[in-house]
């Protein structure tokens, strides 16, 4: 059984910089189109990236403005969301997931696994 599992959330203040990482387990990760999505409480989940199976493509929310980047290791089967000039509204819990589409998207409905997710706190 394919097992996400995230990491790498804290608290930080405005502008600060956080890496989180998404281990893959029961599964090969280069047969997964990757993405990281993000809820704030009260809020739906919205999409943050997506990275396809080689790395090679790459989407992000409008959101973001150049402030993050997705990455990918198959070697190790880690997905990577560096984050950087954190504002407060990038306060959430921060999900990765994981889909054997070929193609990268942006719909959350499209990922067959998904992590427990890591809270990440951005104080002004």
């Known amino acids: 059984q394919v097992r996400l599992v995230e990491s790498g959330g804290g608290s930080v203040q405005t502008g600060g910089s956080l890496r989180l990482s998404c281990v893959v387990s029961?599964?090969?990760?280069?047969?997964?189109?990757m993405g990281w999505f993000r809820q704030a409480p009260g809020k739906d989940r919205d999409f943050v990236a997506t990275?396809?199976?080689?790395?090679?493509?790459?989407s992000y929310a409008g959101f973001v403005k150049g402030r993050f980047t997705i990455a990918r290791d198959n070697t190790k089967n880690t997905v990577y969301l560096q984050m950087g000039s954190l504002e407060p509204e990038d306060t959430a819990v921060y999900y990765c997931?994981?889909?054997?589409?070929?193609?990268?998207?942006?719909?959350?409905?499209?990922?067959?696994?998904w992590g427990q997710g890591t809270q990440v706190t951005v104080s002004s």
């Open positions: 029961g599964g090969t990760l280069s047969s997964y189109t």
């Open positions: 990275i396809s199976r080689s790395g090679g493509s790459v």
């Open positions: 997931a994981a889909t054997l589409s070929e193609w990268t998207t942006l719909n959350p409905g499209e990922y067959d696994y």
